[in-house]
């Protein structure tokens, strides 16, 4: 997989090997276009324990930063952190509470 990424961006510097991507990754127009992108503002590189890796930042929680390698491509890693950022809404307690009844005295 890094081979591959390597042979088709020879030649480009990281910044440009990152533009060239970001332009695909967040192109809504694109049939195959993934909507976890939507989720993180633009990546930008860093270096980040020695390895070259773009680093996506929360547009809802920007202290919340993804890294990943350039050449991956997966969204899993992604799709678990708005799992768990943007839960599904929960009722309220008054909408728990509105079919039911609350007597002292049964309590």
């Known amino acids: 997989?890094?081979?591959?990424?390597?042979?088709?961006?020879?030649?480009?510097?990281?910044?440009?090997?990152?533009?060239?991507?970001?332009?695909?990754?967040?192109?809504?127009?694109?049939?195959n276009a993934s909507k976890v992108y939507s989720h993180f503002k633009e990546p930008c590189h860093v270096v980040h324990k020695g390895k070259d890796v773009y680093a996506f930042a929360c547009k809802r929680n920007p202290s919340v930063v993804l890294?990943?390698?350039?050449?991956?491509?997966?969204?899993?890693?992604?799709?678990?952190?708005i799992q768990r950022c943007s839960p599904e809404k929960k009722g309220t307690i008054e909408d728990f509470a509105?079919?039911?009844?609350?007597?002292?005295?049964?309590?």
């Not at 030649?11 to 049939?31: F, H």
């Not at 890294?67 to 992604?78: I, K, L, M, V």
């Not at 509105?98 to 309590?107: K, V």
Request: aromatic content about 14%; proline content about 2%; glycine content about 6%.
């Open 67 to 81: 890294h990943r390698a350039p050449y991956e491509d997966s969204t899993g890693n992604f799709s678990n952190h």
């Open 1 to 31: 997989k890094k081979q591959r990424w390597e042979e088709k961006y020879k030649g480009l510097t990281m910044a440009e090997r990152l533009e060239k991507q970001t332009k695909i990754w967040y192109d809504a127009s694109r049939s």
């Open 98 to 107: 509105a079919g039911t009844t609350y007597s002292a005295s049964r309590f």
